[in-house]
């Protein structure tokens, strides 16, 4: 029941980090709300100030503890780790541009550099989807009835559709879980 109901909150969790996505998770985004949507901090310097050292403590947080499952070289936890990195040093360098209010040219460039970094982490991580993509193509097996006689276009095209298969299979299963999840509320 217990599975059923918060499966979608623990999946790829090492069982011992159960409660991570459940309470860590929340309260990152509940205090980053907090931040942002309220009169909390009396300024803009001040609010970049506070997602800063919030992106210092979760980051933290992250590294200690590594919580999610060691599988295919431990990525889970590389891919949350270079996400954070990438949160924690946006806001350093907004509150540092902030406080030290740059010329305008410096202040692009800085912007610039932001945006690259972003794009460099979007790019890590669409390059491990499609690694794990090929991993499964790799590992599929293939009836040799199906290869028979097949041109290297034809084999490409059974590996990519049983590929392709799988991932639909890994989909439909957590949507399962969603589903599962919903209906006990």
């Known amino acids: 029941l217990t599975r059923r109901r918060f ?11 159960w409660w991570w996505e459940l309470l860590v998770k929340r309260v990152d985004v509940l205090l980053i709300s907090l931040v942002a949507g309220s009169s909390f901090a009396p ?44 949160r924690l040093l946006t806001f350093a360098v907004l509150a540092l541009v902030l406080i030290v209010d740059p010329p305008r040219a410096v202040s692009t460039v800085i912007a610039l550099g932001v945006i690259l970094l972003s794009c460099c982490y979007l790019v890590g991580l669409a390059l491990h989807f499609l690694s794990q993509f090929t991993i499964r ?20 095209k059974i590996h990519a559709k049983n590929a392709i ?21």
């Open 7 to 17: 499966g979608y909150f623990i999946i790829g969790l090492e069982p011992s980090f």
């Open 43 to 86: 300024d803009d310097k001040a609010q970049v100030v506070l997602h800063f050292l919030l992106a210092i403590i979760f980051l933290a947080a992250q590294v200690r503890c590594r919580p999610f499952v060691k599988e295919h070289l431990a990525l889970a936890d590389e891919l949350e780790t270079m996400a954070l990195v990438v």
């Open 137 to 156: 193509l790799a590992r599929k097996p293939v009836e040799k009835s199906e290869l028979t006689g097949a041109s290297f276009v034809d084999m490409s």
């Open 165 to 185: 298969a799988d991932l639909h299979a890994d989909v439909r299963e957590m949507a399962q879980t969603v589903r599962l999840v919903r209906e006990d509320r």
